[in-house]
């Protein structure tokens, strides 16, 4: 029993690390981003959350399993992997800019952009970036060879780059690079539009097709859903 309970909390802390792990990983390709301004080169972050089997909460959302008997727990995890997503981008934020003094005032004319926006539209930009991810994990889990794998991922997470739609963990990180003013309630909105248009997405496939997209299916622990490439 006493070693069960240590490989529950074993297990619960690798996530945690792995989420925070996730947050870099997005914090990386927002930086290249703010440096080159091409769209596709912010791809590198959700590239390194796949390629090493990251948490990260808008790749996992839209697959998650909700059980009778795990419900409440399944959905405190989820939380923490967001809160954690968002700790590792607002730490590394919070680095760039002190290193790359330079990328200041880029994140400030796009985060003042961002805090103008009505509520709605921030969950509706949210919901649509969440459907590009959903896109670009199902392209990363089911395509048949390594370059469909990394052609499906790069373009879906270039388009909702270049549409403007909002990732709540790149936000944590471009917010922190600008200082920005108090931006809790934007989060909370882009989160909620992450969410709703995940699982949309993966809903709708499924009605479509009456059945799950392949290799969909959440193991535990989660951190052990997205496989790597043959």
């Known amino acids: 029993m006493t070693n069960q309970i240590d490989m529950t909390i074993k297990q619960f802390f690798q996530e945690l690390l792995s989420a925070l792990a996730a947050g870099v990983a997005i914090a990386i390709g927002g930086t290249v981003y703010l440096t080159t301004y091409n769209a596709w080169c912010f791809s590198i972050g959700l590239l390194m959350v796949c390629f090493f089997n990251l948490n990260l909460y808008t ?6 399993k909700l059980t009778k008997n795990t419900w409440f727990m399944d959905i405190f995890r989820y939380l923490m992997m967001v809160t954690f997503n ?3 981008a607002a730490i590394t934020g919070i680095l760039i800019y002190h290193i790359r003094p330079e990328l200041r005032d880029i ?11 009505y509520w709605w539209i ?3 930009k949210g919901m649509l970036c969440n459907v590009m991810i959903f896109a670009a ?3 990363w889990k ?3 060879n390594t370059v469909m794998k990394l052609t499906g991922l790069i373009f879906s997470t270039t388009i909702f780059v270049m549409c403007g ?4 963990v790149a936000n944590a990180f471009y917010f922190m690079v600008a200082m920005a003013e108090p931006f809790d309630g934007f989060i909370w909105l882009n989160v909620l539009g992450n969410t709703i248009g995940g699982l949309a997405a993966y809903h709708l496939i499924k009605f479509i097709n009456d059945k799950e997209p392949k290799k969909d299916e959440l193991p535990t622990p989660v951190s052990n859903d997205i496989q790597k490439p043959d």
Do not use: D, Q, W
């Open 86 to 88: 968002m700790i590792g």
């Open 107 to 117: 994140a400030k004319r796009m985060t003042e952009l961002k805090l103008n926006y």
């Open 165 to 168: 739609f909002e990732h709540c």
């Open 59 to 64: 790749g996992k959302i839209p697959f998650i």
């Open 122 to 124: 921030i969950i509706f």
């Open 137 to 139: 994990v199902s392209f």
């Open 142 to 144: 089911n395509g048949k």
